[in-house]
């Protein structure tokens, strides 16, 4: 893939006709061919020109961004610095919105380009018409080499430009390696799913350490069982696994994305019971799908249009599991089923429940997993299941965890094949038992590459779900040297002041990266923080809009419960930790909050549950958090001191840096 749409030496540029460039550029895009484009293009390149004049090094322009969906306007390689620009032209202000966007690429070349990691890196936004500004070279405060963008205005960009490479000592910098150099992002779910919808490919927008078994190994296995499947006409039911944030979900949208036709044989759908992930992830793709038409087709289309488009490739799985009931016997016409967070499925009583009082069906005995295989299995051809499976992530009164799926395909469908994650006998699945049951059958096939076992979530640190699960745990020594190894790339920190805890988020993040505050929908008694979980979020705005719109997540003001956030994520967060979960002399104690006081919970369901929401709460981060507890008061018997004393002592003690 070409990394940009033209490239050459700023000595070969200077002697290219405006022509010549405008051309290459037009023969490379993917955007519609509108005079506006070529215009800008025009301005860019004359502004360009006069700048470089005396220069020597490279230039890229329309530099691709897979991972965010974008390319950056011009990179520039002068001297060995690293310069990313981003044109606003006719502009009259430096817009924050803009400046977070430069800043956004030069962030994303230092994080996910392999040879500018070790290279000064410099974001530039030149809005043509603004007033002009003094320059600021202000190194980045966490970031080696990385600056905050510079704003600068047409008539002064040359002097900006000459004064940037004057600053920095000469390097000597081979622009070919650097073209050529690896870029292995790690993009948030939301940007996975935009970038695969687009048409790229899975390799393109996650890494492929050499360390780690990769997204496309898993997913390449996976087609060719799918590829079986068809030409030996069998059924099958593969079980994929993971670490939090392995990127299991991501797994299912790019088999989604490739068989996404329904005239293909291998037409595919993505199913989620988390209604949240369902509703961002559409809406995301819906509002991308209407900025596309227009760069790449110059056609407008309504979002009804883009909405009906996307309804298709993401569905509730609970409106599958409807419809297939309505159609009684008539198969799906879908060969390929993708069931995300698969454990979450509801177990038989919960289905029959929700059933009988939501549906009317009085008579429906079986659990979610089975009902679902017996909707693939009317196929009279073939048919494949694939389950995305997390461990320690059910959080909900009724899911029947990993075994009711085992047990059904044990009991009534003896003539699937089935392909189990090598690591599904560990203690987190809860599913050995029910495995040994069935191990020695011809058609078991246990698999490593259907395990991802690295976290695609967090670039920094691949050891935070480590840690996570040795703090609730209790595994105290585990959990502290681990604490140790993260605390280079990835800060945890603690706080007893709520204030601290937001000043701190703003301060880590840069550009548009996410933050928010997190909290278990049991934390009842943070009312007095003006954190309320029964008061409702719009989790589309919270997680989608930017830092202009109160209801998003960077305005700290509606928190997200373990509900709204599992299988998505943020770069920053504060988990905000409330009397529900507390360390006590004999480890976690489990309480929910009853009328005027707090309850011990005795179900240990509910108890799995609840360690649960925090696990989820404590891996949404990709790059740090901050961990709030509060110090409580004698004053309220609902927020006493000794409800949070122990938790902070626990966390503390671990080695967990407390912050002013």
Not at 50 to 68: D, K, T, V, Y
Not at 204 to 210: G, K, L, Q, T
Not at 225 to 236: G, L, M, T, V
Request: charged residues 25%; hydrophobic residues 40%.
């Amino acid at each position: 893939m070409n990394r940009s749409w033209y490239s050459a030496s700023i000595d070969v540029f200077l002697q290219t006709p405006d022509e010549q460039v405008i051309g290459e550029l037009a023969l490379n895009s993917t955007f519609a061919d509108l005079p506006t484009q070529k215009n800008a293009w025009f301005k860019e390149i004359t502004m360009l020109r006069q700048a470089l004049r005396g220069q020597r090094g490279w230039l890229h322009l329309e530099f691709n961004i897979p991972r965010m969906g974008r390319r950056i306007d011009a990179v520039l390689l002068l001297n060995g610095i690293i310069i990313a620009i981003e044109f606003k032209i006719d502009a009259t202000q430096y817009l924050s919105a803009d400046i977070d966007q430069s800043y956004d690429y030069a962030l994303d070349l230092k994080y996910f380009h392999e040879a500018s990691h070790n290279a000064t890196v410099i974001p530039v936004l030149v809005a043509t018409k603004a007033p002009a500004i003094p320059l600021a070279l202000c190194p980045h405060r966490r970031v080696h080499d990385l600056y905050e963008p510079v704003c600068t205005n047409a008539s002064v960009f040359t002097t900006t430009l000459k004064e940037i490479v004057r600053h920095f000592p000469e390097i000597p910098f081979d622009p070919q390696a650097w073209s050529e150099a690896a870029y292995r992002p790690t993009p948030t779910i939301i940007e996975a799913a935009r970038a695969l919808y687009a048409g790229h490919g899975v390799a393109e927008i996650s890494r492929n350490d050499a360390g780690a078994i990769n997204l496309t190994k898993t997913s390449e296995q996976l087609f060719r069982i799918i590829d079986q499947a068809r030409d030996r006409k069998e059924k099958a039911i593969c079980f994929v696994t993971g670490v939090p944030g392995a990127g299991k979900t991501l797994v299912g949208l790019n088999i989604a994305t490739r068989y996404s036709d329904e005239q293909s044989e291998l037409y595919s759908v993505f199913l989620s019971g988390n209604k949240p992930l369902v509703d961002i992830l559409r809406e995301a793709l819906a509002r991308d799908t209407i900025l596309r038409e227009w760069l790449e087709r110059g056609k407008k289309i309504k979002k009804a249009e883009a909405q009906a488009r996307v309804k298709a490739f993401i569905q509730n799985v609970h409106h599958f599991r409807d419809d297939c009931q309505k159609s009684d016997k008539r198969p799906p016409v879908e060969h390929v089923a993708l069931f995300d967070e698969a454990q979450r499925a509801w177990n038989k009583e919960q289905t029959a429940l929700f059933m009988s009082q939501k549906k009317g069906v009085f008579d429906f005995e079986v659990s979610e997993a089975e009902y679902l295989i017996s909707c693939m299995d009317r196929r009279d051809d073939w048919a494949v299941i694939v389950c995305l499976v997390g461990g320690g992530q059910e959080i909900n009164t009724g899911e029947a965890g990993i075994r009711a799926w085992i047990e059904a395909l044990r009991e009534m469908y003896a003539d699937w094949h089935i392909y189990i994650s090598s690591a599904l006998t560990d203690s987190e699945y809860e599913a050995d038992t029910i495995l040994s049951s069935i191990k020695t059958r011809k058609n078991v096939h246990f698999q490593n590459n259907l395990h991802l076992a690295t976290s695609m979530r967090s670039f920094r640190a691949e050891t935070v779900s480590r840690f996570v699960k040795a703090l609730l745990d209790c595994e105290i020594d585990e959990a502290a040297v681990l604490y140790q190894k993260l605390q280079k790339r990835y800060p945890i920190v603690l706080t007893r002041n709520l204030d601290h805890a937001k000043a701190w988020l703003k301060e880590q993040a840069r550009g548009s990266e996410r933050y928010g505050m997190v909290v278990s929908s049991q934390a009842q008694r943070l009312k007095p923080y003006a954190i309320d979980v029964r008061s409702p979020i719009n989790h589309i705005k919270w997680f989608l809009d930017g830092k202009d719109d109160i209801r998003s997540s960077y305005y700290l003001e509606d928190v997200a419960t373990e509900f709204h956030v599992q299988g998505l994520e943020l770069d920053w967060a504060c988990v905000s930790w409330d009397g529900d979960f507390r360390y006590g002399n004999q480890g976690w104690e489990h309480y929910s909050f009853r009328g005027n006081k707090w309850q011990n919970i005795k179900s240990e369901s509910r108890k799995i549950y609840q360690k649960n929401a925090y696990r989820v709460l404590l891996t949404r981060a990709r790059q740090g958090m901050v961990i709030f507890v509060p110090e409580g008061t004698l004053e309220d018997p609902t927020r006493m001191p000794k409800f949070y004393d122990n938790t902070y002592k626990y966390l503390k003690g671990l080695g967990v840096r407390e912050i002013g």
